[in-house]
RNA sequence: GGCGCGGUGGCAGAGUGGUUAUGCAGCGGACUGCAACUCCGUGUACGCCGGUUCGAUUCCGACCCGCGCCUCCA
């Protein structure tokens, strides 16, 4: 690996770690595949998003001047059927989970994308890309109205998701379709059936395929080559692999220089899925841990690998971070501090395809560090180190709350604030009278409603377990 | 069947051709009235079999096992 300040990152396409060479210097473009807007979104969600903004938080520590798209799917089957399950119009169950989707961003801390361009918002671009493509000889019209994409005719089809079109052809389950030429062809633009939601097109009322959307947008916000394009696993193939046929088809020009694709989430060991019933929405996730938690439990092993959603590994994220805060409790952060080892070791790992996990591991380096200079006595140097420590936690999205608030969050327990510093008043005065059954007492009481005591010289402070 | 990814100590999870992270849990000690927090100490783990090498968990090959995609899915 380089010793120099080179980002390098792993690359789908390439299946290899690349130094990052910007189109621009010091500028990144990015789009990522954002949600389909007919659920609550979901822990797989989750993942994408905080992988990415932690990528995107990276390239701007680094100095990058970063454009981060990330689109938005607000017309599509899943949300037309979804509606009408619903009894609602397709743009108002569309509106709400946009609504409910920022809400889960922010609580995760996922800074909002540069643009967010939604799909229904460029229907002409969109069409105006499916003319191009049957205008080039790479698409054509059905009988029936719909619009597909001549796979064959795109030669490097399946560079992406190392696939051959003769095996996709010959695979049984590629849905045979009489109006399309092969097997593998795909939709751009589908022909509405009677009452569905529609825009008019030189092939007829209909609206866009999946695919097509996010070539449109992308290379409308983006230019026709831009650098970084991400999304989640599963979007690898087809989505990803159709996209640049449409793209590098229509425009004549290279699409993506760097392909990247979070890991997948599982739950208990298995993979979770909306047919195995197994999928937790993000809202009810929150219900059981802080945000912060969730995040910390994401951001602790690295955006490609696969993770496993269970009570337990989201404890044990609870405890660790708890760590981190824990080291900055009491503790003004001093107003300035420049660079230090911790800030260049933390830079080494994450240059390293956003290794999130060693960069975990300085922040906790950071915290013992803290923790014996607090031991020794020396508060001017742990207050540098918890700026240090909050300054590294940003480029992670953590570790941004005040320690107190952090730890007295929750309140489930019934008591307010007032209450618990009465009860921890009324411990000290026992102790002071050398009344500790009594002082215990108290202690034991508050513990069983989940606030944990802290003593130290200081004076007694307090969490919630 | 095709393509791809991975198997690291009780668990989570990085990494490296030789000095064997980090965290959680456990154990011992310090601190404390006792705890909690914190600190110190403590665990020679790298699926299996060959090969290359002075030396492999790390490179190469075979094997076993797990996972993902190939179908709407982040």
Known sequence: MSTDNAIQLYSTLSQK?????????????????????????????????????????????????????????????????????????FDALTDRMIDAMHEDERALGVLAPDDEPRATAYIGQILEMIQTLIDKGYAYAADNGDVYYAVQKFETYGKLSKKKLEDLIAGARVDVSEVKRSPADFALWKAAKSGEVSWSSPWGEGRPGWHIECSAMSTCCLGNTFDIHGGGPDLMFPHHENEIAQSEAATGKHFVNYWMHAGAVRVNKEKMSKSLGNFFTIREILDKYPAEVVRYFLVSSHYRSQVDYSEDNLAEASNTLA??????????????????????????????????????????????????????????????????LIRLGGVLGLLQQDPEVYFQAGGKDGLSPEEIEQQIEARAQARRDRDFAGADRIRDELAEKGVILDDSREGTTWRRA
Do not use: W
Request: with cysteine.
């Open 17 to 89: 770690k690349e130094a990052l060479r910007t189109i621009e210097p010091g500028k990144v473009r990015m789009y990522v595949c954002g949600m389909t807007v007919y659920d609550y979104c979901h822990l797989g969600h989750a993942r994408v998003l905080v992988a990415f903004d932690v990528i995107t938080r990276y390239l701007r520590h680094r100095g990058y001047d970063v454009t981060y798209v990330r689109n938005i799917t607000d017309i599509d089957d899943k949300i037309l059927r979804r509606a009408d399950e619903n009894g609602e119009a």
């Open 323 to 388: 760590r981190l805060y824990q080291s900055l409790r009491g503790v003004v952060p001093a107003e300035t501090v420049g660079e230090t080892e911790f800030d260049r070791r933390f830079a080494e790992v994450m240059s390293d395809d956003f290794n999130t996990a060693g960069a975990n591991t300085v922040l906790h380096a950071v915290a013992s560090e803290i923790n014996r200079l607090r031991r020794d006595g020396d508060d001017a140097e742990a207050a540098s180190l918890a700026t240090v």
